[in-house]
């Protein structure tokens, strides 16, 4: 199978034919792009409505919380499994999380707080990444996930991100890798993240990127890469996700005197393939993924194709640093 030959895909071993057409998704994305350029420009900018992320205290909002904890513990916790059972999709997170090591190896001496840990594949994989750190390695999340990190020797506990059970400076940095966009009052959750954080350390936010651009790539290619599997999308994510954004975060760092010393996109070849927590076809194969991560790499320092690259991104990281 051709890897963008969207005409066939595999259903039970053999090939068959999907309804969509090559020429009509590529033109369709190109057009994308080029409106999302078009969104991006200064005057766009400026004149967009400024988004906020949502109070977490209506009786909506109560309502989602509650079903989002009920999700979490029955479906959510087995679904983080799956991306580390499958070699390729593996080979994908392992170089995600090898970017973020580099970025907390910048951060002061203490603790690292991971919020929204899951099961805490992250946290385990930086203790062997880094055997010589003495830091203490927290996790926190609202799912039954989190009980799995005592037994791992992490330090792990139940709580909601938007209040965190911990002292005002005593970690030296948290990190959330993509759970912000489950916490409905995601301002709210940073804030605390950086009354939590001690000065000079670091709050690390990699979550993916929401926009009308990023819904249509989803519309288009996720009944290529679901078609075969289910999806994973939680209550929140289904009310909420959409008004997650990035320059949300942006804005309440700044507001909270951060700095913000990192900001980049990324994924856009490997990771999308991978069905993330439902796992794909295309995440079964390690050989395919590290051929695209090594193609990704490359694109990425090219001037032009290295921007479409961007512009395509699923993913972005911020660091920002709390003024000492
Ligand atoms: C997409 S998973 C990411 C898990 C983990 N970071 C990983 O990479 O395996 C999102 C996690 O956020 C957690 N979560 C959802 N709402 C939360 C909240 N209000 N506070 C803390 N964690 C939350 C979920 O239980 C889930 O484990």
Request: glycine share 8%; with cysteine; aromatic share 8%.
């Amino acid at each position: 199978m051709r890897l963008f030959d969207v005409r066939v895909a595999v259903r039970d071993g053999n090939l068959v034919r999907s309804p969509y057409q090559t020429r009509a998704v590529f033109r369709r994305v190109l057009g994308l792009i080029a409106r999302k350029r078009a969104a991006d420009t200064w005057l766009a900018r400026r004149l967009r409505r400024p988004l906020q992320s949502a109070s977490s205290s209506t009786p909506e909002a109560l309502h989602y919380k509650r079903l989002e904890k009920e999700w979490q513990d029955r479906v959510g916790a087995d679904m983080l499994d799956v991306p580390h059972d499958q070699p390729g999709a593996l080979a994908v997170y392992e170089r995600q999380f090898e970017r973020l090591f580099a970025v907390l190896d910048l951060a002061p001496e203490g603790p690292i707080v991971e919020v929204g840990c899951g099961k805490g594949h992250f946290l385990e994989r930086l203790r062997e990444a880094r055997p010589r750190w003495r830091r203490l390695l927290v996790g926190r999340d609202v799912s039954r996930a989190v009980m799995s990190l005592p037994p791992a020797g992490l330090a792990g506990c139940m709580a909601d991100g938007e209040f965190l059970p911990l002292r005002g400076g005593s970690a030296a940095a948290v990190l959330f890798a993509g759970s912000l966009h489950h916490l409905i009052d995601y301002a709210a959750a940073l804030r605390e993240a950086v009354r939590v954080v001690r000065p000079g350390g670091l709050v690390v936010v990699y979550e993916l990127l929401t926009s009308w651009f990023s819904h249509a790539m989803h519309r288009l290619l996720d009944p290529i890469v679901f078609r075969f599997c289910g999806a994973y999308a939680s209550p929140i994510d289904m009310r909420y996700k959409k008004d997650f954004r990035e320059a949300v975060v942006a804005g309440v760092l700044r507001e909270q005197s951060v700095s913000l010393a990192k900001a980049t996109h990324t994924d856009f070849l490997a990771y999308p393939l991978t069905g993330c927590y439902a796992g794909s076809v295309f995440g079964r194969d390690r050989c395919l993924m590290e051929r695209l991560l090594a193609a990704e790499e490359r694109i990425q320092r090219l001037p032009v194709l290295g921007a479409v690259g961007r512009a395509l991104a699923w993913r972005f990281t911020l660091v920002g640093v709390k003024a000492p």
